[in-house]
């Protein structure tokens, strides 16, 4: 990843105050803290001061416009610590939604709110349990909205969730309604990762409550959202699967076994050599579907398919190699091994998982 003298200045400030404010152990207070609380707004707050829910919005909107390949850098550097931050659910998803898919009057009303980080936002747009965001049955009728959604990322802490759902013609679309509106009902949850997922039931929710974003442009708005989502949290699962890597060589370096350092049996030197292989394949279908959103060019949903199924892969083996040569202390509370491994497991089904994009993938070229 190639990153400009400004963006790399950017990324160094973030990564700083990440290990300083949100290292591994903020995860660990997470896990025990109420359902409620999602992350930290206080340090969030502070994150937006640095520019963080700016860098993809164009200067004309108010950003900072650093480019995608910056927002992954950021991403990567949160994987590295298990940052439990709203970046994928707010500042890509959420304003993703609202600056492609939103007339201007709505972009304009909402989006200062979320760059100045007196709002966040989440999507819900999951109703099965595997990922089909094709699959929408939640729709306005003459009572208000009705209908659910599950795997709501940071759904319980969200001031506004973007749904999609059909209006009353049937018409698909993207509405805008307060988390606290009359008629949501919330039920949140902490998977293995330690993150809060929300499933919301909608029950008679009051047109009025709900800003819809309607159009021809929509669909392929939603479509390039969610593309960019894919490859961000993939960014996020590589820079997790590299802190994996590298704690897992330096301890091959430092373990001894038969009075040698095992790092020095050729087995898992070759082991080793099979994670860095993948660590750098995946690293480089990133930085290409990146890129691609950068430059405008390419094929988003293929690249952005091929970079979340080979990071699946990727962070899964790194994850099953770092347990078994740490031994069974690897899955123990007591090191961060595990926590890696449960993260991998849960990101392997967000947004697609590996059959899901390798299909998708496929579909794109007709193998």
């Avoid at 298990?82 to 998803?93: D, I, K, M, Y």
């Avoid at 898919?101 to 200062?112: E, F, G, S, V």
Wanted: proline fraction near 3%; include cysteine; charged fraction near 20%.
């Amino acid at each position: 990843m190639i990153l400009t003298s400004e963006q790399k200045l950017f990324t160094d400030s973030l990564a700083s105050f990440l290990s300083s404010h949100l290292p591994v152990a903020a995860l660990r207070v997470l896990r025990d803290a109420p359902l409620s609380t999602a992350y930290d707004r206080d340090l969030w707050r502070q994150m937006v001061a640095l520019g963080v829910s700016s860098i993809t919005v164009p200067t004309a909107l108010g950003g900072a416009e650093f480019g995608w390949l910056a927002m992954g850098a950021v991403a990567q550097e949160m994987g590295r610590r298990l940052s439990p931050t709203p970046l994928l659910s707010s500042a890509v998803l959420a304003q993703g939604a609202l600056i492609q898919c939103a007339n201007i009057d709505q972009i304009n009303r909402y989006l200062p709110d979320l760059l100045n980080g007196s709002e966040v936002w989440t999507v819900a747009f999951e109703e099965c349990v595997h990922f089909s965001p094709e699959k929408v049955s939640t729709k306005m009728s003459a009572r208000g909205l009705g209908g659910g959604k599950c795997m709501v990322l940071d759904g319980a802490a969200a001031d506004r969730v973007v749904i999609s759902a059909l209006t009353a013609q049937g018409q698909w679309g993207l509405c805008v309604v307060e988390a606290d509106a009359p008629g949501i009902t919330q039920t949140p949850a902490r998977l293995m990762d330690g993150r809060q997922y929300v499933d919301f039931e909608f029950t008679d929710v009051p047109q009025s409550a709900c800003d819809w974003f309607l159009g021809e442009t929509v669909a392929t708005g939603w479509t390039q959202t969610l593309n960019q989502g894919m490859v961000v949290l993939a960014a996020e699962m590589l820079g997790s699967a590299r802190e994996l890597f590298e704690r897992t060589v330096t301890y091959l370096k430092e373990r001894e076994q038969f009075d040698v350092k095992i790092g020095s049996f050729q087995a898992l030197q070759h082991r080793a050599a099979h994670m860095y292989s993948e660590l750098e394949l995946s690293q480089a279908a990133v930085d290409a579907a990146l890129a691609s959103f950068d430059s405008g060019r390419g094929d988003h949903s293929a690249l952005a398919s091929a970079a979340k199924a080979l990071t699946n892969a990727c962070f899964q083996l790194i994850s099953d190699e770092a347990v078994q040569m740490h031994g069974g202390m690897g899955v123990t509370d007591e090191l961060d091994i595990g926590l890696f491994l449960k993260r991998s497991r849960v990101c392997n089904q967000l947004l697609g998982n590996a059959y899901w994009h390798r299909r998708r993938y496929a579909e794109r070229f007709e193998f």
